[in-house]
């Protein structure tokens, strides 16, 4: 299984940007996808943006299109979310996740990350 960890949570003022990172090790050999979810205070967890294992297929929901930008570089088994624009929706938890997802359906989950904290105030 898929060792997670996320990193670079933190509070941010409406309208900044911020970055997390996320880091892999172990698990399969192949390279995998990876995924982000979130989990505002009090709901239930989200989607936020998903990417292929080969970079190709990026896929974010509707409302977070244009704001948040995933990526990854594979030499480091590193996915990025940048959050641009920060609005006080975007708090919550966030978790990074891997799949065997090759972008040609809805990002399924498979191993989770325990979560960083992200605030946005005004």
């Known amino acids: 299984q898929a060792h997670i960890i996320e990193s670079g949570g933190g509070s941010a003022q409406i309208g900044d940007s911020l970055t997390l990172t996320c880091t892999v090790s172990g698990g399969p050999s192949n390279t995998l996808a990876m995924g982000w979810f979130r989990q505002p205070p009090g709901k239930e967890r989200e989607f936020v943006a998903a990417i292929t294992g080969n970079g190709l297929v990026r896929r974010f929901p509707e409302a977070l299109k244009g704001r948040f930008t995933i990526s990854r570089d594979n030499g480091k088994n590193t996915a990025y979310l940048v959050m641009n624009s920060l609005e006080p929706g975007d708090t919550g938890v966030y978790f990074c996740?891997?799949?065997?997802?090759?972008?040609?359906?809805?990002?399924?989950?498979?191993?989770w990350g325990q979560g960083t904290p992200v605030t946005v105030s005004s």
């Open positions: 996740t891997t799949s065997q997802w090759i972008g040609l359906q809805e990002y399924e989950p498979e191993s």
